[in-house]
């Protein structure tokens, strides 16, 4: 795809994003194929903190109809920042850590939040869900190894946790997420994920996402059943340093 109002740069990092694009959506195929899925189950969140809203608008150029971030922030002036005619077709994830006073921005833009991940944040976040006038869809975050600094609820709260964002009147319980602890066997995460995952449908029937797996797990994440994957290096490159 030629852009004849393109400078140089903006069409070579257009051609980066491509291959990178490519190169995940083989990475799926292979997997899925493997695991005797079909591929579409297994959809891309291209995850785009730290790079700026001209890589969201070229990501959606290419396809890319849902991005991840995961600072309010950074996040809150990127989206503003899109054309309209972008914003409109994007679902906008947040996965990052959630602090409550950030509650009311996140559900301004946020379509769906991945990250939510204790009781007080319920709350928190259908009001301002309510105050902006928006419906929010929520999984819950689970810590598969119950350490605390990454986020997660342990998996003993999750059910309770899906509960009360199942009776909050603007969310929308989709499911649960996990970051593969480190330095563990992201298959025996994953694993574990999935139970949760099905103990919570069983009370929850819509709750049918599962998203786990990043740039160097999402094969694992694939075997066993992620719907969503939430890819950032392995198509955008090295995130620039925080200095
Ligand atoms: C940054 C981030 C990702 C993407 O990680 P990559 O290794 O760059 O693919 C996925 N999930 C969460 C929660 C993240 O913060």
């Not at 150029?61 to 309010?72: A, F, P, Q, T």
């Not at 006038?133 to 810590?143: D, K, M, N, T």
């Not at 929308?172 to 025996?188: F, H, I, S, T």
């Amino acid at each position: 795809m030629t852009d004849p109002s393109d400078s140089p740069d903006r069409a070579a990092r257009r051609e980066q994003l491509r291959v990178g694009l490519q190169q995940v959506h083989d990475r799926i195929e292979r997997a899925s194929a493997a695991a005797g899925r079909d591929p579409d189950e297994a959809g891309l969140v291209v995850v785009t903190k730290y790079f700026p809203a001209s890589d969201v608008e070229l990501l959606h150029g290419l396809g890319v109809r849902d991005i991840g971030e995961n600072k309010d922030q950074e996040a809150a002036a990127k989206v503003s920042d899109l054309a309209p005619g972008t914003r409109a077709e994007l679902r906008v994830h947040f996965i990052g850590q959630i602090q409550s006073k950030k509650c009311g921005s996140i559900a301004r833009y946020a379509d769906v939040v991945q990250s939510l991940d204790r009781p007080k944040l319920v709350g928190a976040l259908d009001r301002g869900a309510a105050t902006a006038g928006r419906q929010v869809e929520v999984l819950i975050q689970i810590s598969l190894d119950g350490a605390a600094g990454r986020g997660g609820v342990p998996i003993e709260g999750a059910q309770a946790l899906a509960d009360a964002v199942g009776e909050a009147g603007h969310l929308r319980l989709r499911g649960v997420m996990a970051v593969a602890p480190l330095g563990g066997d992201p298959d025996e995460a994953f694993g574990r994920l999935g139970e949760v995952a099905r103990g919570i449908r069983a009370d929850h029937p819509e709750a049918t996402w599962v998203s786990a797996g990043m740039s160097g797990d999402l094969e694992a994440a694939v075997r066993h059943g992620a719907t969503h994957l939430r890819v950032g290096t392995a198509i955008l490159g090295t995130r620039p340093s925080l200095g």
